[in-house]
């Protein structure tokens, strides 16, 4: 197979989830050979950072790239799509320190790769053919994830929650081309337990129920809950009564596990290869995804 690239630029524009900034990112072709590239635009010299696994700094709420000191957030949804899409080499400018979060989902990507096309580069394909399994674990949480021989990259992911509201659920992709239809526009989602220490953290600034799915699965005391729906933008509701905070409802009953196995594909895009082989995750995060990344990179 021949590798791949876009067939025109396109831009994206929206705040970023932890900065609250607005930014602009723009994926443009780029030459065989060339890999994914991310250019800092909005510094001096517009340094540039190498999508890979071992350029991962962070992975405490998204995944990030540094290079030199030269970081940028969030970029697992815009990785997921061009790797569903089978681009192998694409330019990447963004304006700011992450890439914009748009609604939550890889969705808007995934539409304007299918708007710009994809374009058939005279170089080979050089895909990471799993010939046995690997597998990471963390005992600490109970995580892991593997990775097997298959025919197909596919990608399947349980998450386990406690509480009565997310509890256990699957999803599964054994052919990327249904990406954009079955995948793309499944939303991150966040506790409402968490908020408040993210944003302690510095973090989630950008947050809101446009681009998150809020999940209240924990009772809080009404006075909280309210201060917390407030900073979100959701409606004041009855602190005994708990479940999803978000303006669009869920479009699948598993749309929390279909966007853990999104942020899968997209942390494996830095693998920087095409990848032959099915991958099976229980619980996974971007920590350990990173961590099956990066020994794939050894392979």
């Not at 970029?75 to 700011?96: C, F, Q, S, T």
């Not at 729906?229 to 869920?250: F, M, N, S, W």
Request: proline content about 5%; aromatic content about 6%.
């Amino acid at each position: 197979m021949k590798q791949r690239t876009l067939g025109g630029s396109f831009s994206l524009k929206s705040k970023g989830l932890h900065t609250g900034l607005d930014l602009t990112v723009t994926m443009k072709p780029a030459p065989a050979n060339h890999g994914y590239f991310i250019c800092r635009t909005d510094l001096e010299g517009q340094p540039v950072i190498r999508c890979l696994a071992e350029n991962v700094t962070e992975t405490t709420r998204g995944t990030v790239l540094n290079a030199d000191g030269v970081k940028c957030s969030t970029v697992e949804h815009g990785m997921a799509a061009l790797l569903a899409a089978g681009i192998d080499n694409v330019w990447i400018d963004v304006n700011g320190p992450e890439f914009p979060i748009l609604d939550g989902s890889a969705a808007l990507y995934a539409r304007e790769i299918e708007k710009v096309g994809v374009v058939e580069q005279e170089a080979e394909r050089s895909p990471l053919v799993i010939t046995e399994p690997v597998e990471v674990r963390d005992e600490n949480t109970g995580s892991w994830i593997r990775i097997e021989p298959s025919e197909h990259f596919e990608v399947n992911a349980t998450i386990k929650f406690p509480g009565q509201v997310l509890g256990e659920s699957s999803a599964e992709i054994t052919d990327m081309s249904l990406f954009p239809k079955e995948m793309a526009a499944a939303r991150t989602f966040v506790f409402v337990r968490e908020i408040a220490p993210l944003l302690e953290m510095g973090l989630i600034k950008g947050g809101d129920l446009d681009n998150a799915i809020v999940i209240y699965e924990v009772e809080l005391p009404q006075e909280k809950l309210d201060a917390l729906c407030q900073h979100v933008g959701a409606e004041k509701r009855d602190a005994t009564k708990l479940g999803y905070i978000q303006h669009r409802p869920l479009q699948w009953d598993n749309e929390c596990a279909r966007h853990k196995a999104l942020d899968i594909i997209g942390d494996m895009a830095l693998v920087g290869r095409p990848i032959q082989g099915k991958i099976t995750a229980y619980k996974p995060g971007h920590t350990i995804n990173n961590i099956l990344a990066r020994k794939l990179r050894t392979l």
